[in-house]
């Protein structure tokens, strides 16, 4: 019992690098880098949150889709993937098809998902119920077949 206690005591209970290891997709046959989740700021987790209900306020309005809001979506869609692709050029973003573009959303969501339930599950059991949910019970939820990105509205500028 004393020992299972001093190896706890000598798990840090933050382990932080400051290298960041990166997914990567293809397009064309060029590498491009995905965002690693841990370099998302809780700024960046706002702006997916915000920009998901966006979509699906107009998604709700399927038979009334104006010229306007198909815009809407292509600017939210397009800047989820200036906010996850790193260095990603704008003749990449014009060459890409829409389906293209949501499946590079949809992957990158899955890991970001996977992340946060990676992050609730390893803050169990570190203080109280209550400053578990505090730190991690607040972080968005992500539907994986749900475009994020940035509005004009929303005043929040991609990376």
């Known amino acids: 019992m004393a020992q299972q206690e001093r190896s706890a005591k000598n798990k840090p209970l933050l382990d932080l690098s400051t290298f960041v290891e990166r997914e990567f997709i293809l397009v064309d046959d060029k590498k491009y880098e995905l965002r690693n989740v841990d370099e998302l700021s809780l700024l960046d987790f706002t702006a997916f949150q915000v920009a998901s209900k966006r979509v699906d306020a107009i998604r709700e309005n399927l038979g009334g889709i104006t010229e306007k809001d198909m815009n809407e979506l292509r600017d939210l869609t397009n800047g989820s993937l200036r906010r996850i692709i790193v260095d990603l050029d704008e003749s990449t973003i014009v060459a890409l098809s829409d389906t293209q573009k949501s499946q590079i959303i ?42 994020m990105g940035e509005t004009p509205k929303d005043g929040l500028k991609s990376h």
Request: proline share 2%.
């Open 106 to 147: 949809m992957v990158f969501t899955n890991l970001l998902s996977s992340k946060i339930e990676q992050l609730k599950r390893g803050v169990r059991g570190i203080g109280d119920q209550d400053s578990n949910k505090t730190m991690i019970g607040d972080l968005p939820s992500l539907n994986s077949n749900v475009s």
